[in-house]
């Protein structure tokens, strides 16, 4: 079991996540892209003929899910556990160096900020509220 480090530092640094996988080869970088709903893996060296088992917690990508490699979209199932999901990946004998996930969700941008502004503005409303009162007629 070999494990990525730092995953989602591109979008959000405050929150990154770790994914462990099985593969012969060695995942060095990973992207989120939040608008296509993607998550690519980088491998240092190109992989072929045998199955990548990804276990990706569902903060990071929730399914169902389509794997895509630069040859092509290729054969994937999807389990999903407690608080992780399992996606075993099935590459043929064209080597690839990266396959990217495509899910119906991966990390949400600006989380953090998103939650403090609906905070703030909570507490503003209720502030004001109290100062001046509600008058029903």
Same mark, same amino acid.
């Given at each position: 079991l070999k494990t990525v480090h730092h995953v989602g530092l591109d979008v959000d640094p405050e929150s990154t996540h770790t994914i462990d996988y099985v593969?012969?080869? !060695?995942?060095?970088?990973t992207k989120v892209n939040h608008d296509g709903k993607t998550l690519s893996l980088n491998f240092k060296e190109p992989v072929a003929n045998e199955y990548v088992v990804?276990?990706?917690p569902t903060d990071v990508l929730s399914g169902p899910v389509f794997v895509r490699t630069p040859t092509g979209e290729v054969p994937?199932?999807?389990?999903t556990g407690d608080g992780f999901n399992i996606i075993t990946v099935?590459?043929? !004998?064209e080597p690839v160096s990266r396959i990217t996930i495509q899910g119906t969700q991966v990390i949400p941008e600006f989380g953090a900020v998103a939650f403090?502004?609906?905070?703030?503005?909570?507490?503003s409303v209720i502030a004001v509220t109290r100062k001046q009162g509600v008058f029903l007629r």
């Open positions: 593969s012969t080869g !060695e995942i060095i970088t990804l276990r990706i994937a199932e999807f389990e099935q590459l043929d !004998e403090a502004v609906l905070a703030i503005t909570i507490a």
